[in-house]
């Protein structure tokens, strides 16, 4: 299948590129893995595509405890990177989880911030979805709804955000470099996307026009030690989670001095859980304490007709993922 | 004849590109077409607004059902002809342009109004008006022995559970795809198909014209697994309508969207099974199979036929019935009938000798049917006792409790299965040339799916001429060709097989006589008995004289000689014997209970079936079965949304296959059998790796976690078990 024409402009520079993104019907295409899927099935159909992956924006640097990853960085070389590897290997861990190697090679990360949600009502052109189709309803709700989310729903929108470097960059605290034509602003994570209103479920907030140039994530190496990203998914490889943690842990003396833990596959954003963190500070690694942030996790979450096993679960890997990094069962 | 693992024929063509497949065929002045789909799950097409659509660009033409009337009324043309729409995505019109971009462009251009009625969207929505088959497939659909009733009524224990598995999807790499174009009269088809002969006559009932002015090629598929047939021919006709409107080629392929709506589907199936035993052996039998089938067409999958004739039982009751709904038609997929079947009567047997106290394995030893109970027919050959005992030793089954419970996060399970499927034969014919150098051409119209035809006619030829493979070229998948069988049933080899043998038996004869009847050669005065043929020579086995092959043709055949010989279809009713090919299939599981995940470790799988041509491909074909089989366990579900009728998720991304990841160790045994009834002791292997194992899977995970899951796919929410605080590690 092919989708509509488009007229296709190579950008060589981010003002240029900011300049033209902005107009109406205009769309960034960087890796293309995302947005080739959306464009043959119909679901995409700018007028215009700005290509922008030969930007100068693949650099990764880190310095003072800041690292910094250009944002048209591929995931399979930000994952290979000595940078990411030895002291974020949490990153590198929820990129390689993440799609193929032949995806990965492509893919970049911003790219990857920005994928569609995997539902299967937003994928299917026709089908209620207010995501796709303001107004329109939300199929999935009454539907088809095992893959859909648990928490941060509206009446209007159950979809879940598919990445999993996101969920890993939430617990991590990283913040996103955006540029525009007015200038550029840092965001926090989750800031960039949004919670479902009724009848309206946009993804981000950014604006037309916006590029993401970079992440940057500080502070962070302290949690390289104990650190992991645990996926669960139907099948073996090549596929989107059910349900994934990013869990990262600093134990000074037997005590749990700080704890990042957020949650894949259960909201329309990656989903930190500061409740569970907050049980977790102050107490020692063990069954107890592990337990508590599974408890805290699943608080609040609300089931659909055929998602409900996902509440159970997201506590067990909570807890599984406490486990393999605690250092204590 | 010898088994030889040789390489396969096209390997290298393959490996290499240089194989053209059908849809890669590119004529000059080459049209492409797309398909418009109805946006609704039933009702009616009220119009087709096409006055935009011919401004765009490179916009060649526009089939409908309009153009549809000028074929024949028959089953392949209703869906062209009537304007009713009977499932979501149904296409009710064809676009052909200069460039596919510009089919999709102008197909986006035509509007279609279309008049929608209440769908029934799901099974359970008309369960009530559920309608009963008289046959499936060549089987009667209900058959009844002994007095069940009764037998439950006494029997030690009863086993009862309903069984149901899902719809799923073919999925062949290469999609359907025609390239097309009329010769005045005369018809040239390149399309993907399993049937070039059925497709030929199908065009020729269609189109009203003589088979002799249609030519049909598939010369190399992509796979097939039961969807390239019947469903494909309606589209594949507004192809050729639109080709002989523009008086140009026309290609048409479908997407892999359309793959899940208009090429056939493994019908969901709910299974009623009950089991009754007396002192560990089976007194009864009912299995009662309800499956979906379109509101258009009545298809049945022979689901519980082989619950009538697996075991001894005296008392069995078999039925089949069909929910008609507003969703695409199911066809045969790979291993039709005994995938689905298998699972509730081996899922069951599991849980009886469970119930019995009894291994499993024993269970089906102490209930082997010596011969079969539903015709009272002896087996053609039946080594399914050989096949537990050669599967269990090498997976070491009998020690399989001394093994560890428990590998890090994965609680270990043992489960095993019966596969079994009918050896059966068509009619069909092939050619073997010898040329006066002595190199050989087999020529027959069948295909080869990529599972290996092309190695297997070229090997039955050279086997028995004793000619290299080197030497063999082998031609397929024209219907220019003698008519060869389609590509289904497991059927191609043992169908072929006589074919060729006949041909080459009087090549041979040919030959021997030849050579014996110069008096001055080396085999001057020889008899026919005491010539072989070997090694490009035909040798004496009485003495040392032998002769070359290619010496005795410059003498006497310079131009090479040719035979045709012919195959029988299986004659059923006249059977003396029934020809079936079985399998045990035997896996260890690991499921992480907190997690609900699961995966399988380690498959070691027995088959008879036959003798075996190729221990190469056959492994190939049995562990690719088993990975069918693994799917159809774990991973393979087409959803419907039960509020507009349409398929949710069509594309790999969201209908999930094993990948790599997936997939375990496969050890293969194959048990040879000697088979008095069947020509060169040959019997279809394709269907037996993708049955039963997926009870072999269920009944593991019971075994690793103490669940019974009854339901195809397993997944995650099946096996979630407590959570890690609470579970052992």
Known sequence: ?329 | MNAHSHARYEALLKVTGQARFEGEIAPAGLLHATLIEAPIACGELVSVDAVEAPTRPGFATLVTHDDSASLKSSAATTLIRETAIHFHGQPVALVAASTLAEAHDAARAVRIATAARPAVTQMDQALGAAIAPEMVGRFPAATRRGDVATALGEAELVIRNRYSTQVNNHHPMEPHVVVCWWEGPKAVVHTSTQAIFATRATIAQAFDMPPRNIRVLARFLGGGFGCKGQLWWPWMFWAMLASRKTGRPVRLELSRAQMFTLVGRRQQTEQDLALGFANGRLTAITHDVVAQTSAHTDYSDSTAVYSRLLYACPNVSTTHRLVRTNEPQPVPMRAPGTAPGTFALESAMDEAAERLGLDPLDLRVKNFADHDQETGRPWSSNSLLSCYRVGAERFGWADRQKRKKRDGRWTIGFGMATTLYPAIRQACRARVRLNGDASLVVQCGTQDMGSGTYTALGQIAADALGIPMAKVTVELGDTWLPDGPFSGGSQVTASIFPAVQSATAQLRAMLASMAASDANGPLGGKTSDDLDFEGELIRSRSSNAAERLSDVLARTAPDGLVAEGESAATDHPKLAATGMGHGAVFVEIGVDSALGEIRVRRVCAAFAAGRILNPLLARSQYVGGLIGGIGMALHEQTLTDRATGCILGKSFADYLIPVHADMPEFDIAMIEEDDPHLPGSVKGIGMLGSAGIQAAIASAVHDAIGKRIRHLPIRIEDCLGPACDTAQR
């Open chain 1, 1 to 329: 299948m092919s989708g509509p024409s488009f007229h296709y402009i190579e950008a060589t520079r981010l003002d240029d590129a900011l300049a033209q993104g902005a107009r109406h019907g205009a769309t960034y295409v960087a890796g293309g893995t995302d947005f080739l899927q959306l464009w043959k099935t119909g679901l995409a159909a700018p007028k215009t595509v700005i290509d922008i992956c030969r930007l100068p924006l693949a650099e990764i640097s880190y310095a003072g405890d800041t690292l910094s990853l250009g944002a048209l960085s591929r995931l399979s070389d930000v994952a290979a990177h000595p940078d990411v590897k030895i002291h974020h290997p949490l990153i590198a861990d929820a990129i390689l989880a993440s799609a193929s190697g032949q995806l990965r090679n492509m893919a970049t990360l911003g790219g990857n911030l920005l994928q569609r949600t995997r539902c299967p009502y937003f994928r299917s052109a026709g089908l209620a979805c207010n995501k796709r189709a303001p107004g329109s309803g939300c199929g999935a709700r009454d539907g088809e709804n095992r893959h859909a989310a648990l928490f941060g729903t509206s009446s209007g929108c159950v979809a879940t955000h598919a990445s999993d470097l996101a969920v890993a960059l939430a617990a991590l605290d990283a913040e996103i470099v955006v540029a525009s034509a007015a200038g550029e602003r840092r965001l926090r994570l989750p800031d960039l996307y949004l919670l479902p209103a009724p009848t309206t479920a946009p993804d981000s907030s950014l604006a037309d026009g916006d590029v993401i140039t970079a992440i940057s994530i500080h502070d962070a190496c302290r949690f390289a030690p104990r650190s992991t990203y645990l996926k669960i998914r139907d099948r073996a490889s090549f596929e989107f989670a059910v349900v994934s943690v990013a869990a990262a842990l600093q134990i000074e003396d037997g005590v749990i001095t700080a704890a990042r833990l957020a949650a894949g596959g259960v909201a329309p954003l990656p989903w930190r859980l500061h409740g569970s963190e907050a049980a977790l500070v102050g107490r020692a690694p063990g069954k107890a304490a592990f337990a508590a942030a599974g408890d805290l996790a699943i608080e609040g979450a609300t089931p659909l007709a055929k998602n409900a096993f996902k509440i159970p679960l997201l506590r067990s890997a909570v807890i599984r993922a406490l486990q393999t990094i605690g250092g204590v069962s």
